[in-house]
């Protein structure tokens, strides 16, 4: 009887920390979502992926308004291995659950968004690593990295076209 009653406990556990998930994705402004949507997408497109990653938790979000509908977003989270093979179609935490057995990839990524939509310049930058190989050195690196393109618009401000 024990033994049964941990293993409802365990499962139901195991159907919280999906929900949770989920939930926590949902809950993203649509800025984020995109970001997540667009890594999620490169990570499950390696060759060497064989289970399906599905976003598990956010770290740090922050935007920079760059005023005229212009953000710059930096979004740092956790993308986690699923019990579904790569090339499942419609993906989600419902329907494939988070596997305990394989590492965290550590995500961050950042890209400039106008109205809502990522824009293609500058290019988007987005560095996912296994988190047992991530060290405080990528971290900085990612976070400069993020800075300079946020700082670094390059295009002509409209005050600056206007003769005295």
Request: charged share 20%; proline share 5%; hydrophobic share 35%.
């Amino acid at each position: 009887m024990a033994v049964f009653l941990f293993l409802v406990l365990v499962s139901a556990g195991v159907f919280l920390d999906t929900t949770e998930a989920q939930e926590d994705l949902s809950k993203l402004p649509e800025n984020y979502r995109k970001g997540v949507e667009l890594a999620v997408e490169q990570i499950n497109s390696h060759q060497t992926i064989k289970s399906v990653f599905l976003f598990f938790k956010s770290l740090e979000k922050s935007a920079i308004d760059g005023g005229f509908g212009v953000s710059y977003i930096y979004h740092r989270f956790y993308l986690k291995a699923t019990r579904c093979p790569k090339g499942t179609a419609n993906a989600n935490p419902t329907k494939c659950a988070f596997r305990n057995d394989r590492p965290l990839i550590d995500c961050g990524i950042c890209y400039k968004t106008h109205a809502g939509e990522i824009q293609s310049e500058p290019k988007t930058y987005v560095h996912c690593v296994h988190k047992p190989q991530l060290t405080q050195d990528l971290l900085k690196m990612r976070v400069e990295h993020c800075n300079k393109m946020s700082y670094a618009n390059g295009s002509p401000s409209l005050l600056a076209s206007t003769k005295p």
